[in-house]
Nanobody
Framework: QVQLVESGGGLVQPGGSLRLSCAAS????????MSWYRQAPGKEREVVAA????????IIVDSVKGRFTISRDNFKNTVYLQMNNLKPEDTAVYSC??????????WGQGTQVTVSS
């Protein structure tokens, strides 16, 4: 079955850390770029980070630069989002996406991250 499954979300205090995982199955994971998005309540979904198929290139959006890191393990078919120094404004549903073609995308179901004291 072709799918992406995220995990690792939860409730964390401001300043805390979480590592999100996105496990891929049913397709050749190592051939595709991956990205993480988030959607906060009442807001548009936004990209957070992206990584090339080989992992040698990454993009982090300015709002999380210096706090978030994207990485991947092509042997484990998994992409990660390490989130440090979390802030209340990072609260959102985080989803991973595989760009299978310029017009075909595969999304995971999302994992909730809540940053609150």
């Amino acid at each position: 079955q072709v799918q992406l499954v995220e995990s690792g979300g939860g409730l964390v205090q401001p300043g805390g850390s979480l590592r999100l995982s996105c496990a891929a199955s049913g397709f050749s994971f190592s051939n595709y770029a991956m990205s993480w998005y988030r959607q906060a309540p009442g807001k548009e979904r936004e990209v957070v980070a992206a990584i090339t198929s080989t992992g040698d290139g990454t993009i982090i959006v300015d709002s999380v630069k210096g706090r978030f890191t994207i990485s991947r393990d092509n042997f484990k078919n998994t992409v990660y989002l390490q989130m440090n120094n979390l802030k209340p404004e990072d609260t959102a549903v985080y989803s991973c996406k595989a760009a299978l073609s310029p017009t075909t995308f595969l999304w995971g179901q999302g994992t909730q991250v809540t940053v609150s004291s």
